[in-house]
T-cell receptor, first 116, second 115 residues
């Protein structure tokens, strides 16, 4: 199969602190991973495309200094929410593509971030 | 602009009855189409996809979807709904013009199956 592990599943942090979310492809290598944000009762909004060994590609309107993405290996991408504020509270989901034609896109289980 | 529409916020169906969750798309060319299901506080689970070939696609948990090019639709169906099918369903498309693997998602449809 194609498994993507996302950690932590839930995190609560204080305003002004930074939070790191990890996304790992467990049984395949992923040169590209995707980070989405989901607001309550809304669809997924693509934030950025994480590229192994190079800079991430951010979607329009997403602050790259706010949401730092690092894709240091073929199995790990991290999203760091810097100087978090309550409006950053959301559900963050990563995805990776092992073999689109066979598996489709595989998603992590998501991270619920609450900034207090 | 390329987009995916799920016209129904919520679909209610009685257990044992057939269900349909609608999806239409607006992209140029022949897109890749996907359906995903999301349970509360969880990531998305892949249900099925259409890449090419037979217009009727069968997927996980007894779900199927029919690609209709003339109507630009990809409705999700199941002959007999289960209470456990209650969840949030997303239709997604990868336009052929994209040179990356990013997806465009619909707004989601909440399926409620009543006993």
């Amino acid at each position: 199969g194609a498994v993507v592990s996302q950690h932590p599943s839930r995190v609560i942090c204080k305003s002004g602190t930074s939070v790191k979310i990890e996304c790992r492809s467990l049984d395949f290598q992923a040169t590209t991973m995707f980070w989405y944000r989901q607001f309550p009762k809304q669809s997924l909004m693509l934030m950025a495309t994480s590229n192994e060994g190079s800079k991430a590609t951010y979607e329009q309107g997403v602050e790259k200094d706010k949401f730092l993405i690092n894709h240091a290996s073929l199995t790990l991408s991290t999203l760091t929410v810097t100087s978090a504020h309550p409006e950053d509270s959301s559900f963050y989901i990563c995805s990776a593509n092992r073999d689109r034609d066979r598996y489709g896109y595989t998603f992590g289980s998501g991270t619920r971030l609450t900034v207090v | 602009a390329q987009s995916v529409a799920q016209p129904e916020d919520q679909v209610n169906v009685a257990e044992g009855n057939p269900l349909t969750v609608k999806c239409t798309y607006s992209v140029s060319g022949n897109p890749y189409l996907f359906w995903y299901v999301q349970y509360p506080n969880r990531g998305l689970q892949f249900l099925l996809k259409y890449i090419t070939g037979d217009n009727l696609v069968k997927g996980s948990y007894g779900f199927e979807a029919e690609f209709n090019k003339s109507q630009t639709s990809f409705h999700l169906k199941k002959p007999s709904a289960l209470v456990s099918d209650s969840a949030l369903y997303f239709c997604a498309v990868r336009p052929p013009s994209y040179n990356t693997d990013k997806l465009i998602f619909g707004t989601g449809t909440r399926l409620q199956v009543f006993p």
